[in-house]
């Protein structure tokens, strides 16, 4: 069973800003930090974010006369790579993004080298 998903005012909390959800959805937190596509969904928000304030800066911009209008191709290319950027780092910094919400995990402790038993035959 897939744990609860957070109210929507909680969620964006935690994807824009990095806000910590309350203890009462961690098991969602772990689901999520666990999943396959974490680094995408965790920088999809802030990508798309972004994009619409670099579109609305350029139109802006534009309208009063400050520049021209950027080529549309050149701001998607932009989108695109910082998007690419972000989910390679998202899955470099995974473990201590796990780290940072529910601290230090257990380690199992140090492997030594297997040892033949030794047989009395």
Do not use: K, N
């Not at 009462?24 to 666990?34: E, I, K």
């Not at 609305?56 to 191709?73: E, R």
């Not at 473990?95 to 080298?113: K, M, N, Q, S």
Request: charged content about 25%; overall charge positive; proline content about 7%.
């Amino acid at each position: 069973m897939t744990p609860a998903r957070p109210p929507l005012a909680v969620l964006l909390r935690y994807r824009l800003l990095g806000r910590r959800p309350a203890a009462t959805h961690d098991d969602w937190l772990r689901t999520d930090l666990d999943s396959r596509w974490y680094p995408v969904r965790s920088v999809l928000l802030v990508t798309a974010t972004s994009f619409v304030v670099v579109i609305a800066v350029c139109w802006a911009g534009a309208a009063l006369g400050w520049w021209s209008p950027l080529d549309p191709f050149v701001v998607v290319a932009l989108g695109v790579v910082h998007g690419v950027a972000q989910t390679v780092r998202a899955v470099r910094l995974r473990e201590a993004e796990r780290e940072r919400l529910f601290g230090v995990r257990d380690e199992l402790g140090r492997f030594t080298p297997y040892l033949h038993l030794e047989r009395d035959e």
